[in-house]
């Protein structure tokens, strides 16, 4: 069994007194921030007992985030419910913070690590890299970053997607975005192409759409062009119910004329008829993930040494009836005469 950790092991580890290192765990005064913030992120990373009955914070995960869009909330909301369970699991205390209000002096002694929950990580890891915390980004790293990242398997979801609905028989299809900029709807565009081009005939075409515009505008080009796609495969389930409520003031009937995929799994899919087929993304177990990654880097000394980690969750399917098999598309020579021009 291993040998428990002492407040003199901490000391000696440090190069503080005894004493010092006792009120800084106890919380009082007599040791500054910067020697207190020391003392408590040593105390997590040898495993040191904290005593429950003093008056130390427990070290504290910042949860980093930026205003979000309506469409977004489910997600955060999700990660950070995830990430607080296991962090009182493991004895931390997730605390949210506006990314646009954080600065280093607003980092407090009990600060042991970082999650960035924003779709722009660069505004954020500058600060990240010269606090030195362990840092989890719940978006893409770029390459060679020396951040750990935990990320849905965007590829692995395309590919079954294309999958599923290249088995419905479906050979013409869309994948439906406002913007590939994040790297997750880029990885879901080439897994869906990767797992559609497995069959013979098949063609992915990309629809792309301005929020001005609208879908409407995008998908009577698109006709406009020659296609006429019995499936679409839309970046996240706000575009898909978007997609599907144009398509029926359009008179295109879904699965009956096109057959619709979500993405997230959102709430909304079984609130709509008729109900969405979409992929589930595992949002609370990634907030779980990124916890317990920041936590084994604070186990021992060597932690923040490692390679930076990429971590990619699975996703699932969830089959409803919005996907059906595919059909001859009569019914784009209806539009024939009102396609807009380009």
């Given at each position: 069994?291993?040998?428990?950790?002492?407040?003199?092991d901490?000391?000696?580890?440090?190069g503080?007194?005894?004493?010092?290192?006792?009120?800084?765990?106890?919380?009082?005064?007599?040791?500054?921030?910067?020697?207190r913030s020391?003392?408590?992120r040593?105390?997590?990373?040898?495993?040191?007992?904290?005593?429950?009955?003093?008056?130390?914070?427990?070290?504290?995960?910042?949860?980093?985030?930026?205003?979000?869009?309506?469409?977004?909330?489910?997600?955060?909301?999700?990660?950070?419910?995830?990430?607080?369970?296991?962090?009182?699991?493991?004895?931390y205390?997730i605390?949210?913070?506006q990314?646009r209000?954080?600065r280093?002096?607003?980092?407090?002694?009990?600060?042991?690590?970082?999650?960035?929950?924003?779709?722009?990580?660069?505004?954020?890891?500058?600060?990240?890299?010269r606090?030195?915390?362990?840092?989890?980004?719940?978006?893409?790293?770029?390459?060679?970053?020396?951040?750990?990242h935990?990320?849905?398997?965007?590829?692995?979801?395309?590919?079954?997607?294309?999958?599923?609905?290249?088995?419905?028989?479906?050979?013409?299809?869309?994948?439906?975005?406002?913007?590939?900029?994040?790297?997750?709807?880029?990885?879901?565009?080439?897994?869906?192409?990767?797992?559609?081009?497995?069959?013979?005939?098949?063609?992915?075409?990309?629809?792309?759409?301005d929020?001005?515009?609208?879908?409407?505008?995008?998908?009577?080009?698109?006709?406009r062009?020659?296609?006429?796609?019995?499936?679409?495969?839309?970046?996240?389930?706000?575009i898909?119910?978007?997609?599907?409520?144009?398509l029926?003031?359009?008179?295109?009937?879904?699965?009956?004329d096109?057959?619709?995929?979500?993405?997230?799994?959102?709430?909304?899919?079984?609130?709509?008829s008729?109900?969405?087929?979409?992929?589930r993304?595992?949002?609370?177990?990634?907030?779980?993930?990124?916890?317990?990654?920041?936590?084994?880097?604070?186990?021992?000394p060597e932690?923040?040494?490692?390679?930076?980690?990429?971590?990619?969750?699975t996703?699932?399917?969830?089959?409803?009836?919005?996907?059906g098999?595919?059909?001859?598309?009569?019914?784009?020579?209806?539009?024939?005469?009102?396609?807009?021009?380009?």
């Amino acid at each position: 069994m291993a040998q428990r950790v002492t407040i003199q092991d901490l000391a000696d580890q440090l190069g503080l007194s005894k004493f010092s290192v006792s009120r800084a765990l106890s919380g009082k005064p007599g040791v500054g921030d910067a020697t207190r913030s020391r003392v408590l992120r040593a105390a997590h990373a040898l495993g040191y007992r904290l005593n429950p009955e003093l008056s130390h914070p427990a070290g504290q995960i910042l949860f980093v985030r930026q205003e979000i869009d309506l469409v977004s909330s489910e997600m955060w909301l999700n990660v950070q419910h995830g990430a607080e369970s296991e962090a009182e699991r493991l004895g931390y205390r997730i605390v949210p913070r506006q990314a646009r209000y954080l600065r280093d002096a607003d980092l407090e002694p009990a600060v042991v690590g970082l999650i960035l929950a924003v779709p722009r990580v660069n505004e954020v890891t500058d600060l990240a890299a010269r606090v030195g915390l362990p840092t989890v980004l719940a978006t893409y790293t770029e390459p060679e970053s020396r951040f750990d990242h935990v990320v849905c398997a965007d590829w692995e979801a395309g590919v079954a997607v294309g999958r599923m609905l290249a088995g419905l028989g479906h050979r013409q299809v869309a994948f439906v975005h406002g913007s590939t900029v994040p790297t997750g709807r880029t990885e879901r565009l080439r897994g869906f192409r990767d797992g559609m081009l497995e069959t013979h005939g098949a063609r992915v075409d990309d629809i792309v759409f301005d929020e001005v515009l609208g879908f409407g505008h995008a998908f009577r080009n698109h006709l406009r062009q020659g296609a006429a796609p019995t499936a679409l495969f839309c970046a996240h389930d706000g575009i898909a119910v978007n997609a599907m409520s144009e398509l029926m003031r359009l008179g295109v009937s879904v699965p009956d004329d096109i057959s619709v995929v979500g993405f997230s799994d959102f709430a909304v899919a079984t609130q709509i008829s008729p109900r969405l087929t979409s992929v589930r993304v595992p949002h609370v177990e990634i907030g779980a993930s990124m916890v317990r990654l920041i936590a084994d880097r604070l186990a021992s000394p060597e932690g923040s040494a490692r390679p930076p980690i990429r971590v990619g969750l699975t996703a699932e399917i969830v089959r409803r009836e919005s996907t059906g098999p595919a059909r001859a598309p009569h019914w784009a020579d209806r539009f024939a005469g009102l396609i807009e021009p380009a």
